[in-house]
């Protein structure tokens, strides 16, 4: 059985609409929806919510539907060079403008 497949047995079975879920885990009833049909899935952080929202496992969820674990190791790595990228970037930019435009940079002594 798919990830999408278990979300949706396992809000059927707790007897919740794609609405009742939707307003428990601040998302659109149509986010759930495509969740539902395999369209898009959650992050990570839904999907521990997810668990707890139906009392199981984010094991049992994801067990099984490697392509679900695949492309969230994917969006952590993707978002974890986002941050070094934009870290990088912001750090030559401040020293452009110490370099370029004389900014005084003071540095306490300890």
Same mark, same amino acid.
């Given at each position: 059985?798919?990830? %999408?497949?278990?979300?949706? #047995? ?7 609409? #794609?609405? &009742?879920?939707?307003?428990?885990? %601040? ?16 992050? @990570? ?14 094991? #049992?969820?994801? $067990? ?12 952590? $790595? ?5 941050? @070094?990228?934009?870290? @990088?970037?912001?750090? &030559? ?7 370029? @435009?004389?900014?005084? +940079?003071? +540095?306490?002594?300890?």
């Amino acid at each position: 059985m798919t990830f %999408h497949e278990k979300i949706k #047995q396992c809000r059927e079975e707790n007897e919740l609409s #794609q609405e &009742a879920v939707a307003e428990q885990l %601040h998302v659109s009833r149509q986010t759930v929806s495509k969740w539902e049909r395999g369209i898009n899935q959650p992050d @990570i952080e839904t999907i521990v919510r997810l668990s707890d929202l139906f009392d199981v496992s984010v094991d #049992q969820l994801l $067990r099984g539907d490697m392509i679900v674990v695949r492309k969230l190791a994917v969006k952590e $790595r993707s978002f974890k060079w986002l941050i @070094i990228g934009s870290s @990088i970037l912001f750090g &030559a930019f401040l020293l452009f403008l110490v370099l370029m @435009i004389g900014i005084e +940079v003071v +540095v306490p002594y300890g």
